[in-house]
């Protein structure tokens, strides 16, 4: 099965903050609900990128099977 999820990076009073949406269908009350991440890596890197510090690069990600490195955005 496949599991999509989405990060939302805010700020909030000055605090970064990762939200993560993990919701792949409709519900009810046609809302979506967010959560604290707890990847503590993302979290980390976060508030490096915050602080004005360099995050650590990744292997490149794969989205449906399409590869994408560091500088294809």
């Known amino acids: 099965m496949y599991r999509a999820h989405l990060y939302l990076f805010t700020i909030h009073k000055g605090v970064p903050n990762i939200l993560i949406i993990e919701q792949n269908q ?21 508030r490096k990128i915050i602080d004005g510090q360099k995050a650590a690069s990744s292997a490149p990600m794969s989205i449906n099977g399409t590869s994408f490195s560091k500088h294809s955005f």
Do not use: M
């Open 26 to 46: 409709k519900n009810k009350e046609n809302k979506v609900y967010f959560k604290n991440t707890e990847n503590s890596k993302l979290k980390a890197g976060f």
